[in-house]
Nanobody, 120 residues
């Protein structure tokens, strides 16, 4: 069983910064893509950023230039550095691991989510 655990959420003022972390544990041989998604109240879950095993990154237009995604494959972890935060960034942020090789096949996993609130 693979488990993703996020941390680093919280309350921050507009213009501030937060760093989210997500650690995957369990029987893992490799993870193809790791990413962050978010869901604000009353809205659908949306992509924030992804990073492939080769280091290729992809960002939502709304966060380009402000957020930065990185990963540490030795730790099976992914990080999201969020700068210049805006109230519209307020949401529950979810970690995703896509096409995780467990030795028994390829599976996708989600974390439980961490709340990010941007407010003065």
């Amino acid at each position: 069983q693979v488990r993703l655990v996020e941390s680093g959420g919280g309350l921050v003022q507009p213009g501030g910064s937060l760093r989210l972390s997500c650690a995957a544990s369990g029987r893992i041989f490799s993870i193809n893509v790791m990413g962050w998604y978010r869901q604000a109240p009353g809205k659908q879950r949306e992509l924030v950023a992804t990073i492939t095993s080769g280091g290729t990154t992809n960002y939502a237009d709304s966060v380009k230039g402000r957020f930065s995604i990185s990963r540490d494959d030795a730790q099976n972890s992914v990080y999201l550095q969020m700068n210049s935060l805006k109230p519209e960034d307020t949401a529950v942020y979810y970690c995703n691991a896509y096409r995780v090789s467990t030795g028994r096949g390829l599976y996708d996993y989600w974390g439980q989510g961490t709340q990010v609130t941007v407010s003065s």
